[in-house]
């Protein structure tokens, strides 16, 4: 790559180097640039906690299906932004509400 530095040492050296850290390990932060800090294990943790509680909420009435829909009736939805596909169950919803059975 172009401007990146390189180095003598094989794979082999490296991997074995990276097998003794330096004193104070591998980075130090500077104290400057707060977006610079290493996380602490306390964020580190939230962060995990939060990724793994993405999708439905606990108790959500909500089932995940495949359906197939006109593209037009599907772009014009998308159009429309983010929460379409609410928009697109409301618009059921309402469907439904005219055409009780």
Known sequence: M???KT???SREQILEAM???PPGGY???DGVDED???ATEEELRAGIA???SRGR???SDKTKIALCVDNSVLEAFRSTGKGWQTRMNEALEEWLKEHAA
């Open 2 to 4: 172009s401007g990146s």
């Open 7 to 9: 180095t003598s040492m």
């Open 19 to 21: 097998k003794t850290p």
């Open 27 to 29: 980075y130090v932060w």
């Open 36 to 38: 610079d800090r290493p």
């Open 50 to 52: 939060l990724a793994r």
């Open 57 to 59: 909420p606990a108790g």
